[in-house]
Nanobody, 114 residues
Framework: QVQLVESGGGVVQPGGSLRLSCAASGFVLSNTIMGWYRQAPGKERELVATIISGGATYYPDTVKGRFTISRDNANNTLFLQMNDLVPEDTAVYYC????????WGQGAQVTVSS
């Protein structure tokens, strides 16, 4: 069955870094459209990064220059490197496989606090 499992979340101080991983099973990660989303308390879920099959990426202005999405096709794993974190980055982060519908992971909590 299709499954996306996030890991690597936690608590980090402002200015720190975290690397999220998303282990995919049940489908081949390469040649797909993948994304990272986040949802803060009381807020709507928002896209923070996308990568397509050719390797092109997209980031909204809120995270551009700080976040990097990447993919390890050999290990069927998606990553999100987050640098220079600020408290506003605090949210549950979700890995997603974008097909005709969106398949979600269970989410990983990221808390940025001093």
């Amino acid at each position: 069955q299709v499954q996306l499992v996030e890991s690597g979340g936690g608590v980090v101080q402002p200015g720190g870094s975290l690397r999220l991983s998303c282990a995919a099973s049940g489908f081949v990660l390469s040649n797909t459209i993948m994304g990272w989303y986040r949802q803060a308390p009381g807020k709507e879920r928002e896209l923070v990064a996308t990568i397509i099959s050719g390797g092109a990426t997209y980031y909204p202005d809120t995270v551009k220059g700080r976040f990097t999405i990447s993919r390890d096709n050999a290990n069927n794993t998606l990553f999100l490197q987050m640098n220079d974190l600020v408290p506003e980055d605090t949210a549950v982060y979700y890995c997603a496989w974008r097909t005709s519908v969106i398949v979600w992971g269970q989410g990983a909590q990221v808390t940025v606090s001093s």
